[in-house]
């Protein structure tokens, strides 16, 4: 018999027992200390600080137009009086703030006319006495040389919130009978005074409402002219 001669074992595997390699590849994570996260968006100043109230156009032409957002009473009434070539009597400006736009143009006289329709609801007023323009605080009164004295046929003359006084006749009724039926229709800024001997009544008041009073006592002295004048009219049967 031939042996058969013994067969080697290699103790390294061999090709066949190794593993596939594997066709995927995964990238590596990284951490989330290595990995870029977003800048945060770039704030810029202007986000952080208020917006800048608007402010007014200088006027070329002498037409002034309101545009005020939250403007402090003194930086709106500097403007004016500069505008309107006055200068500013002040103690203590108005509390609050202007916030009023208007593409409409103004004259010097409307517009302080406008002022004034806003400055009365906080009991504030302002008062020109000739290249004077004085803030009234109407708590403390109105000291009764800073108003004008106007002739009733020179009302229509001035605006509707213009603190002015003027005098009245009276003939039909007394002077306390006159002012009894007027003192009514007078505001918190209005003052009557009766001068009976002289049959008048002196009215301290916007120019608006000394119209109505104007009106009213018309109605007292003329009744014809103001409701219609009656006349007879035949009848045919």
């Known amino acids: ?3 058969e001669a013994p067969t080697a074992v290699s103790d390294e595997p061999s090709e066949s027992d190794e593993p596939a390699a594997s066709t995927e590849r995964t990238e590596p994570t990284g951490s989330a200390d290595s990995a870029e996260s977003p800048e945060p968006a770039e ?3 202007e986000a952080d600080e208020p917006a800048e109230a608007a402010k007014p156009a200088e006027s070329a032409d002498g037409v002034l137009r309101f545009n005020f957002r939250y403007q402090p009473w003194k930086d ?3 403007w004016f009086a500069g505008q309107s070539d006055l200068s500013l009597v002040m ?5 609050g703030t202007f916030n009023y736009t208007d593409s409409r143009g103004y004259t010097p006289t409307e517009a302080l006319d406008r002022l004034n329709g806003v400055l009365l609801t906080k009991n504030y ?8 323009l004085m803030v009234i605080n109407l708590d403390d009164g109105v000291p009764p040389n800073l108003v004008a004295n106007v002739a009733l046929d020179d ?4 605006g509707e919130h213009e603190l002015v006084r003027v005098v009245f006749p009276i003939y039909k009724l007394s002077a306390e009978e006159a002012s009894a039926e007027v003192e009514s229709l007078l505001g918190p800024q209005g003052s009557i005074v009766s001068l009976p001997k002289s049959g008048q009544i002196r009215i301290t008041e916007t120019a608006g409402r000394l119209r109505v009073i104007r009106s009213v006592l018309e109605a007292i002295e003329n009744p014809t002219s103001t409701r219609g004048e009656m006349r007879e009219i035949m009848l045919d049967y």
Do not use: I, K, Q, S
């Not at 103690?91 to 509390?95: K, L, M, T, V």
């Not at 007023?125 to 004077?132: D, E, I, S």
């Open 91 to 95: 103690d203590a400006p108005p509390p």
């Open 76 to 78: 709106v009434l500097d």
């Open 155 to 158: 009302l229509e003359e001035h």
């Open 43 to 45: 704030t810029t100043a």
């Open 125 to 132: 007023t302002l008062v020109r006495r000739g290249r004077m």
């Open 1 to 3: 018999d031939v042996a």
